[in-house]
């Protein structure tokens, strides 16, 4: 069912579901950017519209509601473990359809990735729903078309256009109809702003054959990446943590277990016992980070991991742009066949 919401009726909306979810959305943080005098959009909690940023791609994305950059998981002591308590609030993120399709990479590594369900993950998810953002126009860097992540059909409970001066939605869950309908939002067609084009644009090599290890194309990031992993922290499917143990005492006998959040591109990733590492140098480290999204992962699952939300183009202090490492994949590929 589609409505059309002046803000205050939109306003209306946010304020009832406010009652029994946690609002997340894309905000807009004035002067908190990376850079001296430079903003930066990053998830927080909102109450109302006006503190949601619907017109600027989000910087980060909304990946660490779900996978917190640091987690507790567990306290120990000589004979005693307690699971970490987590917010048991329920909460409703709102996302764009490429961070939709995001959503089920890392579900897809958390609870449907062999025999095991992680049981912290499970938690956490169980409590979250979606709203879909539609995207009018495409941002710099996106390339979200040629990933087939540029519309989303289910798995959210309205979608959301944003216009000048009033909302439109169309409303899915069943539950919300009566929210909707008691602010006195006209009912009308809505469909889910999605993007056809964007500027850039990949093609993803259907097989890389092995020989793509060998090729001189990685040698270049031996210089140019500095290996800072900021790619990593910004993109929404990565999923590699490390566990770590804070102690309380000396005796190392009581203390918590941590699930921190890892790069494949910064030192130490690849260290093993006894001091080896594997992937030394930054190049090697990039050829990993991109077979992985755009080959491995799709070997195992059948689809590709990046959603080409461009976002780890967006942040590299070095300008390397993925993008144009999966072109320079794809024409290696053809020049070996
Ligand atoms: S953000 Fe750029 S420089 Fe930093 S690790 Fe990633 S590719 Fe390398
Ligand atoms: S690899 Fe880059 S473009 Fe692909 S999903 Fe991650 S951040 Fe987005």
Same mark, same amino acid.
């Given at each position: &069912?589609g409505?059309s919401?002046?803000?205050s009726q939109f306003?209306?909306v946010?304020s009832?579901l406010?009652?029994?979810? $946690?609002?997340?959305?894309?905000v807009l943080?004035?002067?908190e950017?990376?850079?001296? +005098?430079?903003?930066?959009v990053?998830? %927080?909690?909102?109450?109302?519209s006006?503190?949601i940023?619907f017109e600027?791609k989000?910087?980060?994305?909304?990946?660490?509601?779900l996978?917190?950059?640091?987690q507790?998981l567990?306290?120990?002591?000589?004979? *005693?473990?307690?699971e970490?308590?987590i917010?048991?609030?329920?909460?409703?993120v709102f996302?764009r =359809?490429?961070d939709?399709?995001?959503?089920?990479?890392?579900?897809q590594v958390?609870?449907?990735?062999?025999?095991?369900?992680d049981p912290f993950y499970?938690?956490? $998810? +169980?409590k979250?729903?979606f709203?879909?953002?539609?995207?009018?126009?495409?941002?710099e860097?996106c390339?979200c *078309?040629s990933?087939?992540?540029? !519309?989303?059909e %289910?798995?959210y409970?309205f =979608?959301l256009?944003?216009r000048?001066d009033?909302?439109?939605?169309?409303v899915?869950?069943? +539950?919300?109809k009566?929210?909707?309908?008691?602010t006195?939002?006209a009912?009308?067609?809505?469909?889910?702003d999605?993007?056809?084009?964007n500027?850039v !644009?990949?093609?993803v090599p259907e097989?890389?054959?092995?020989?793509?290890y060998?090729?001189?194309?990685?040698?270049?990031?031996? !210089? $140019?990446?500095v290996?800072?992993g900021?790619?990593?922290?910004v993109?929404?499917?990565?999923?590699?943590f490390?566990?770590?143990?804070?102690y309380?005492?000396d005796?190392?006998k *009581?203390?918590?277990?941590r699930? *921190?959040?890892?790069?494949c &591109?910064?030192d130490?990733? =690849?260290t093993?016992?006894g001091?080896g590492?594997?992937?030394k140098k930054?190049?090697e480290r &990039? $050829?990993?980070k991109?077979l992985h999204k755009?080959?491995?992962?799709r070997?195992r699952?059948?689809y590709?991991?990046c959603?080409g939300?461009?976002?780890?183009?967006d942040v590299c202090p070095?300008?390397?742009s993925f993008?144009?490492?999966?072109n320079?994949v794809n024409a290696?590929?053809?020049e070996e066949?």
């Amino acid at each position: &069912m589609g409505y059309s919401l002046t803000r205050s009726q939109f306003d209306q909306v946010l304020s009832e579901l406010g009652k029994k979810f $946690r609002l997340y959305a894309p905000v807009l943080k004035t002067g908190e950017g990376r850079f001296t +005098d430079t903003d930066v959009v990053i998830y %927080d909690f909102v109450e109302n519209s006006s503190q949601i940023e619907f017109e600027k791609k989000s910087d980060y994305s909304f990946k660490e509601i779900l996978t917190p950059l640091s987690q507790t998981l567990f306290f120990f002591t000589e004979k *005693v473990i307690k699971e970490a308590d987590i917010d048991d609030s329920e909460a409703i993120v709102f996302l764009r =359809s490429c961070d939709m399709h995001a959503v089920k990479r890392l579900d897809q590594v958390y609870l449907n990735n062999g025999r095991h369900v992680d049981p912290f993950y499970k938690k956490v $998810r +169980d409590k979250i729903k979606f709203v879909l953002i539609g995207c009018p126009a495409s941002y710099e860097d996106c390339f979200c *078309v040629s990933m087939g992540s540029n !519309k989303t059909e %289910d798995g959210y409970l309205f =979608s959301l256009n944003y216009r000048e001066d009033h909302f439109e939605a169309d409303v899915k869950n069943d +539950d919300l109809k009566d929210i909707f309908a008691s602010t006195g939002a006209a009912v009308k067609d809505v469909t889910a702003d999605y993007v056809t084009e964007n500027e850039v !644009k990949v093609t993803v090599p259907e097989e890389v054959p092995l020989s793509i290890y060998q090729n001189d194309l990685w040698k270049e990031y031996d !210089k $140019r990446c500095v290996a800072c992993g900021r790619c990593n922290l910004v993109c929404p499917t990565c999923t590699c943590f490390t566990m770590q143990d804070a102690y309380y005492t000396d005796n190392g006998k *009581v203390g918590e277990r941590r699930r *921190v959040g890892a790069s494949c &591109m910064i030192d130490g990733y =690849s260290t093993v016992a006894g001091g080896g590492q594997y992937r030394k140098k930054h190049g090697e480290r &990039m $050829r990993f980070k991109v077979l992985h999204k755009i080959s491995d992962f799709r070997k195992r699952y059948g689809y590709d991991m990046c959603v080409g939300c461009g976002r780890c183009d967006d942040v590299c202090p070095e300008y390397i742009s993925f993008s144009n490492i999966i072109n320079k994949v794809n024409a290696a590929v053809k020049e070996e066949k």
